[in-house]
């Protein structure tokens, strides 16, 4: 006898009812794309950070992980090759570092997204990450499953890597359990993107995800998901924010906490909403709250915190605020002047950025979040 799936009580469900005003990122022009890697692609980053979300200096530097793969002529082949690659940033600009894991460490056939974070003892990381696939698969599969690596902080920066564990797994209840032999970007089903976050309230340590309501067979089902650690073990929660029959895909949710809120973020883009919908752009988005367990509150009225320009929509993608305030994102496609790439299959690789988009700060303001 299957179980039955679990309908949540408390998720908050997502469902704006417009954008008449949207707020903008800055244009990306060509003269602000500067490739760090002549024959790699670059995408989804996250930086080593504390458990209050403070990003670690550590030698002077500060140190990110990005997604990468090397520089096909179709950018949408990087998904099916991505490593996890560490870089530090400090004033003498960037140094490559390599794979952030020695091959074969992690269980899947590629490494997608995750977060790391130096804890309290100033010594010990633990970097969360997305398996994709199963390590020697004959054929890529889009199955994800969620580890944690333990390392250290050392002279040479983060590293000292130990074997994967999978510390949660997806119940089929509340979450979707699906092998996925196939895929369409935007329309599969997630458990991945894991985002910890130690509640300066309660103390817990949590992860968020992006994940996939298995209460409901709408194809469009996304949700934000969490686990949190009780008594040495990582439990499944309910998810926090469900967009059923609105969105397929919040991806890479992670909290950022000021001034008593607690500010979610996502991202996602306008092929993702629903047909029937109310789509909004590409962009990053948002909720707020007064605690982790909600309710939920859209940020500025419909959750979109900005987007990019209307003549570029493309230009930019992942976004990740930092403690700071900070945001992080990689450059898509840029400068596309309204062409699109069905029609103009040329620009697919001389329009990748592939490499990280200007920064941009946030001006927090109780359900106010804008572009400072």
Not at 41 to 57: K, N
Not at 188 to 211: C, E, N, Q, S, W
Not at 313 to 321: D, E, F, G, K, L
Not at 324 to 350: C, I, N, Q
């Amino acid at each position: 006898m299957q179980p039955q799936s679990i309908v949540p009580a408390k998720t908050t469900h997502w469902e704006p009812e417009g954008f008449s005003e949207l707020p903008r990122i800055g244009l990306i022009r060509a003269s602000d794309v500067q490739r760090l890697f002549a024959d790699l692609d670059l995408w989804d980053c996250w930086p080593l950070a504390h458990e209050d979300g403070r990003t670690v200096l550590h030698l002077g530097r500060a140190w990110w992980f990005f997604l990468s793969a090397p520089a096909f002529a179709d950018p949408v082949e990087r998904h099916g090759h991505a490593r996890i690659r560490l870089l530090s940033c400090g004033s003498d600009g960037w140094t490559d570092h390599g794979n952030a894991f020695p091959d074969g460490l992690t269980s899947g056939s590629r490494e997608w997204a995750g977060s790391a974070v130096l804890m309290d003892d100033g010594v010990t990381v633990q970097h969360f990450i997305t398996a994709a696939g199963r390590r020697g698969e004959s054929e890529l599969t889009f199955e994800q499953r969620l580890f944690v690596v333990e390392g250290n902080l050392g002279a040479t920066g983060p590293g000292d890597w130990q074997n994967a564990v999978e510390f949660v797994v997806a119940d089929g209840l509340r979450y979707v359990c699906d092998r996925q032999d196939q895929g369409a970007p935007g329309l599969i089903k997630g458990f991945r993107d894991p985002a910890y976050l130690r509640d300066p309230a309660t103390g817990k340590a949590h992860v968020l995800f992006t994940g996939s309501a298995a209460w409901s067979d709408h194809a469009f089902n996304g949700v934000v998901g969490i686990a949190t650690l009780e008594r040495g073990e990582w439990q499944l929660g309910d998810p926090l924010i469900e967009a059923i029959g609105v969105n397929n895909e919040l991806e890479r949710p992670h909290v950022v906490v000021r001034n008593g809120l607690y500010y979610l973020f996502w991202s996602t883009q306008r092929h993702t909403f629903a047909p029937g919908a109310v789509a909004g752009p590409n962009g990053i988005y948002g909720m707020v709250a007064e605690s982790l367990a909600g309710p939920w509150r859209p940020i500025n009225g419909n959750g979109l915190v900005a987007a990019n320009p209307d003549d570029e929509p493309t230009q930019s993608y992942s976004w990740w605020v930092t403690g700071e305030g900070v945001v992080w994102s990689f450059t898509d496609y840029f400068s596309m002047g309204g062409r699109k790439l069905a029609d103009h299959p040329e620009l697919l690789r001389s329009n990748f950025g592939g490499t990280p988009a200007p920064c941009f700060a946030l001006r927090f303001d109780g359900d106010s979040v804008t572009v400072a």
